[in-house]
């Protein structure tokens, strides 16, 4: 009996089950004590602080497979926890975990399906599996980065208002309040868990201080740090929001010019990137015999998969030169 399909049968079922499994713990997580907080003050309540001291803190380890008492506590389970809640994802992180692996699996078991050349199937196999299981984090991470740049965007206008409400008399909860009430999501969500969070019998700098880790924002870290310093020495808390939404403004600008000045960079990056795929396309199109023995010999596989490797690094190393931090 060849292994091969017995190993790929064997690695679809597990990926499609963890699949079911993780789509199952997701529509059926615990709502007990959120229910009743809901009902008690009329709106979502905060889902996820990091505060040791929130009274609202969910556990957000999951439990596919028991995986929430196995990750619970563990370093790697508490960052993802943080990533998955910086993207606006409600994974829990023994689903995460259970959909990388089934991913992983369903990849490789696809491989060792379609080709059958024994030691070039188990060496694909096991590349698509990484792929797969990298795959995931990699979503999350721009989702994750796309979230804080429009988080960031909406920050001047967030502090533009909670002046001008400080300046009319307003306490810094007031103020709070009435910018989440005229900005739109992400930021007015955050805003609302930090107010809900206080009100609930978190102190003022804890809840600040989760806003700003749960966030993720450099940005936000300065207007905290501003607000936290503030509230030690005193001082206008108005001007000093005036002051910061000033330096919003000038970052926002200095990262456009920086956008404007290595456009160029960025477009020859991508072209050298595409270039080779795009040579090798056109050679695959025009002279098989030339360039066939890439792709139906082994030596040229492993060739092919070596430049496929140096191709991927050198886009990040291009991606990371070209990355200024303001």
Known sequence: MDPLPAAAAISVMVAVFLGLLALQQMSTSGRGPRERLNTLFGAPVVERPLSKSSLLREDRTGSVFGLGSLISGKEW???????????????????????????????????????????????????????????????????????????????????????????????????LEMAADQLAHPISTELRRTIRDINIGSSTEEALLDLSKRCGSYDLDIVVTAIMIQRGVGGNLAEILDTVAHTMRERVRIRGEIRTLTSQQQLTGLVIGLLPVAIGGILAATSWEYIGDLFVTVPGQVMLAGAAVLEFLGILLIKRILAIEV
Not at 112 to 140: E, N, R, T
Not at 156 to 171: D, H, M
């Open 77 to 175: 389970a508490d960052k993802a926890a943080l990533d998955l809640d910086r993207a606006d994802l409600s994974l829990r992180v023994g689903e995460y975990v259970a959909l990388r692996v089934g991913l992983g699996l369903f990849l490789a078991a696809i491989a060792l399906v379609l080709v059958q050349a024994q030691p070039v199937s188990i060496l694909l196999a096991v590349a698509l599996a990484a792929v797969g299981y990298m795959v995931p984090p990699i979503l999350v991470s721009r989702r994750k980065k796309a979230r804080v740049a429009k988080l960031d965007s909406q920050l001047e206008e967030a502090l533009t208002l909670s002046s001008n409400s400080l300046k009319a008399g307003f306490g810094l909860l007031q103020a």
